[in-house]
């Protein structure tokens, strides 16, 4: 059994007797094609042989194209080098006519280029010695090429020693930098730069380099001379002003022109190792001036022939610090200007580093000095007998210890990098091998300026009482008048006594004009850094402030303790020479009471001793000098307290009495009216 569909397929897929033809037809096409294709085959075969013998036969003519193509070029070359080689030979001639013409504006290219030639030529000659007429056409190159280079660098000097300035100085200080070129003679000096390189010539750095010190150095010069008088020693001796050391202007004016000149350098000559050198050079000639005009300001030797040090050394710590700051501030860019090749260090940075040792060095000398004993040199000794009236002033040399202590505050920051600086160059070795002399230990440099200003005037205080000490050193007088009178007159010959114990009042009086001036400046100092504190503490907590406040507090506190002392002790002198001490005045009415008959003479005597006394005293107007108008008022307010009150009870009991017939007048001529005059102007108003 079969499905009809199946049946259906199986009758369809009977052969045809109709298809038959037509396959045989494309069978018999197939075998033609292949017929063909095979004849087609054996064609192209046969003409791969044939081109196969064919190159065979051009192989020799190729090679033989080939050589004749080579030697073309080679004749080519040949008759190139020729025509150079021709050229090389005939140079001279060509470019004589335009040698002796010289160079100038019109001629400058077509001189440039005869000059190129004539260096082509030489290069040429050098480099073929065998050619026999090389040594004398070398000769006569060589002759041209030297009168055209020098005409060339007299032009690129020319136009160099015509530039201007190089710094601007505007009226607030700041410093401009300005191109010292016109832009013509810009334009000019770079084609002569531009031919000098593309030639190989380099006559012209050295032109460059001394043109370019002398420059630089009459602008320095200039600053110099407008400072001239700021410049001297005696600068020192007034007030000294923070930032006002014509130093300060005078690194910041080198290191603007430094600015300046990189910049003209970096535009005219090429980037190269001499060129580099050249730069250097500069650097090196700027810094020396500049350790030239600090040379003063560093030496030892010539400070250690000042008469008085410690006059110019305590000032001499504020300018040195001042400078330090100066270099601080601009050191480092400084620096950088004097190594053009960042990675490594040249002459010019480590001659500016050797000079910055040197700063740090003289200004931790001069703390070191300040802190010992030196500082008072000189305090001991007493003026000639000249003088000896003048000796209890304020002493010069404490004026200015006292004013450097205060001021040094302000140097906090300088003061603090340079004990830095100084620490380091202690422990390195290369830093001593800088300095002629070795460098401060550390513990000789005081942690900051308020123990250095505590170390300071703690030495001066000392140096005070050894210096008052010496008042006394012919035997100290008595302590008071002898009542031994006469009977006659008004006992003249207690003059000398009288005067003499007058004259142990100076010490304390020198005592009082130093330790008030000594006071003041504490006072300042402490208040300065009370204002500093809480400028800081509003920012950062400062740690220690404190501390520091405490000790220069406590130091303070001694000074005002002891001018009172002083201040006393000078009246109490006063007391004893006028007779009106307290004990003097016991024993004079113990005598009054138990001699009768003596009270006469005991009250001639008691009158004459003050008015003795009064004339030695009022003798000293006009010498004793008191320099604080503060401490004049206090002394004279402490003299009428203890004088005048004790004069007037005196006065006041025993002027009724009539103890003399002819001379009550001359005993009693200092009424206390009179007294207190004299008293409270003695030192003069304020």
């Known amino acids: 059994f079969i499905s009809k569909p199946i049946a259906d397929m199986m009758e369809t897929a009977k052969p045809n007797s109709l298809d038959i033809n037509p396959l045989m037809r494309l069978k018999e096409a197939l075998e033609g094609a292949q017929r063909n294709t095979s004849k087609i085959l054996n064609r192209l075969e046969r003409f791969e042989h044939r081109l196969t013998d064919l190159d065979e036969k051009m192989r020799p003519i190729q090679t033989t194209t080939k050589h004749y193509t080579k030697a073309k070029e080679n004749i080519s070359l040949t008759l190139a080098e020729i025509g150079k080689t021709s050229e090389y030979f005939r140079i001279a001639a060509d470019v004589k006519d335009i040698v002796q013409a010289g160079l100038s504006p019109d001629t400058q290219e077509e001189y440039f280029e005869a000059l190129g030639r004539l260096s082509n030529a030489k290069r040429y000659f050098e480099t073929h010695h065998e050619i026999k007429a090389s040594v004398t056409i070398l000769s006569t190159i060589d002759g041209l090429l030297s009168v055209m280079v020098t005409a060339c660098v007299s032009e690129f000097e020319r136009i160099l020693q015509a530039s201007g300035k190089s710094i601007a100085t505007s009226g607030d200080g700041q410093h401009n930098i300005i ?39 009459a602008e320095l010069k200039a600053q110099e001379t407008a400072c001239a008088a700021q410049w001297t020693a005696a600068a020192l001796d007034g007030p000294y002003e923070k930032g006002s050391h014509p130093f300060k202007e005078y690194f910041l004016l080198a290191y603007w022109l430094l600015r300046s000149e990189l910049q003209l350098w970096g535009s005219t000559l090429p980037s190269n190792e001499e060129s580099l050198h050249v730069f250097v050079a500069i650097c090196e000639a700027l810094i020396a001036e500049l350790q030239r005009v600090l040379s003063p300001i560093l030496s030892e030797e010539k400070m250690s022939k000042n008469n008085n040090p410690a006059v110019r050394k305590s000032k001499l710590v504020l300018v040195r610090l001042d400078v330090l700051e100066t270099f601080n501030d601009r050191y480092e860019e400084f620096r950088d200007l004097c190594r053009p090749d960042v990675r490594h260090e040249s002459a010019a940075s480590m001659s500016l580093s050797t000079m910055r040792t040197a700063v740090v060095t003289a200004c931790a000398r001069s703390i ?43 140097y906090a920051a300088p003061y603090r990098r340079m004990r830095e600086l100084s620490n380091a160059y202690y422990s390195s070795a290369s830093a001593k091998q800088q300095l002629e002399l070795p460098p401060v230990p550390p513990n000789s440099i005081p942690t900051d300026t308020d123990e250095f200003t505590t170390i300071v005037l703690d030495n001066l205080f000392a140096a005070l009482e050894e210096r008052a000490a010496k008042f006394d050193e012919k035997g100290r007088p008595p302590l008071k008048r002898g009542l031994s009178a006469k009977s006659h007159s008004l006992f003249e010959a207690e003059d000398k006594a009288a005067e003499e114990m007058i004259l142990t009042a100076r010490k304390h009086l020198f005592m009082a004009n130093n330790l008030y001036s000594v006071s003041n400046h504490l006072r300042e100092i402490i208040e300065k850094g009370e204002d500093s504190a809480t400028a800081k503490k509003r920012a950062v907590p400062v740690a220690g402030v404190k501390g520091k406040a405490h000790r220069l507090a406590t130091f303070a506190k001694k000074v005002e303790t002891r001018l009172l ?122």
């Not at 002569?192 to 010190?213: G, P, S, W």
């Not at 000796?391 to 001021?407: K, Q, R, T, V, W």
């Open 179 to 217: 191109n010292p070129l016109t832009p013509e003679a810009a334009r000019d000096i770079k084609s002569l730069c531009d031919m000098f390189e593309k030639n190989n010539h380099t006559a012209h750095f050295k032109v460059y380099q001394t043109v370019r010190i002398a420059k630089l150095k």
């Open 565 to 686: 002392a002083e201040q006393t002790a000078f009246c109490d002198v006063l007391l004893s020479a006028l007779g009106m001490s307290p004990q003097e005045m016991a024993e004079f009415s113990s005598e009054y009471a138990r001699d009768k008959s003596g009270q006469g003479r005991l009250l001639k005597a008691k009158f004459s001793t003050f008015n003795t006394g009064m004339d030695a005293l009022l003798a000293q107007q006009g010498e004793w000098r008191v320099a604080a108008a503060g401490l004049r008022d206090r002394l004279a307010a402490l003299m009428v307290s203890k004088i005048q009150s004790e004069y007037n009870a005196f006065y006041s009991t025993y002027s009724v009495v009539k103890f003399s017939k002819k001379h009550m007048d001359e005993y009693l001529k200092y009424p206390p009216a009179v007294v207190e005059r004299h008293l409270t102007g003695f030192f003069g108003r304020a």
């Open 368 to 410: 070191e000095y300040m802190t010992s004993s030196g500082i008072t040199e000189g305090f001991s000794t007493v003026e000639n007998k000249a003088d000896v009236a003048s000796a209890c002033d304020l002493h010069p040399a404490a004026g200015n210890i006292m004013y450097c202590c205060s001021e040094v505050q302000d």
